[in-house]
């Protein structure tokens, strides 16, 4: 069991450039989350794929923020424009539909300068 | 909508000592109930869970009670370690949700 994996770690970039994150779920988990967390707060909800349909997008995902899972395994999270305020750590966690706990990845930490 | 409310840290306790972090919620309905933990450059880990009013989670000599009436989900410990000192967060999923909610985090030193 290989666990949640999340590329890069760590991106660094300049206001109003485009990023891209990817997540590969742990390999028999059919649901991928992705959360926001900054600093000194609790992980937040960005949006939820059930295999390649996104099912729920949270306000908090502006017309900037992209998210797709187009087979139903790895998800891609696409900023463009970035902005000082998009600076945060982007978690990914799967889980199975019948179990539904959610395993994290280690997070990529997002920094625009 | 659905909310959760942690006690503020940070908590600094002494080795052995018993350690509580509060929790209370606002949801509709019957959510489930969890404990993360985030230790120093770790990804967040599940620590125990709890699906109904009245269960018990544990797990590492955690446990925190489910209880509907107080709508709390505190976290305790007997006897904390120097290796315990992590960022403890509580979280909640609704009834009929899958995305979880969480708490600000309660940041726990524990020293030798």
């Known amino acids: 069991d290989t666990g949640v994996s999340q590329d890069p770690r760590h991106k660094i970039t300049k206001r109003g450039q485009n990023v891209t994150f990817r997540c590969d779920p742990i390999?028999?988990?059919?649901?991928l989350y992705w959360y926001r967390q900054t600093l000194g707060q609790g992980p937040e909800f960005l949006t939820y794929f059930q295999n390649e349909a996104q099912l729920e997008k949270s306000r908090l995902l502006s017309d900037r923020f992209s998210a797709e899972r187009p087979k139903g395994s790895f998800s891609t999270l696409e900023i463009q424009r970035t902005e000082q305020g998009d600076s945060a750590m982007y978690l990914c966690a799967s889980s199975t539909s019948w179990r539904n706990e959610q395993f994290f990845g280690p997070g990529t930490r997002l920094t625009v300068l | 909508g659905n909310s959760v409310t942690q006690m503020e840290g940070p908590v600094t306790l002494s080795e052995e000592a018993f350690l509580t972090i509060n929790c209370t919620y606002t949801?509709?309905?019957?959510?489930?109930l969890f404990w993360y933990v985030q230790y120093p450059g770790e990804g967040l880990q599940l620590l125990l869970k709890?699906?109904?009013?009245?269960d018990k989670g544990s797990n590492k000599g955690f446990e925190a009670t489910y209880r509907k009436e107080t709508t709390s989900f505190h976290l305790e410990k007997g006897s904390v370690q120097v290796s315990d000192s992590a960022v403890y967060f509580c979280?909640?999923?609704?009834?009929?949700?899958?995305?979880?909610?969480f708490g600000a985090g309660t940041i726990l030193r524990v020293k030798s």
């Open positions: 390999s028999e988990h059919n649901r």
């Open positions: 709890a699906t109904k009013a009245d």
């Open positions: 979280a909640l999923r609704g009834e009929y949700g899958n995305k979880l909610v």
């Open positions: 949801a509709t309905g019957y959510p489930s």
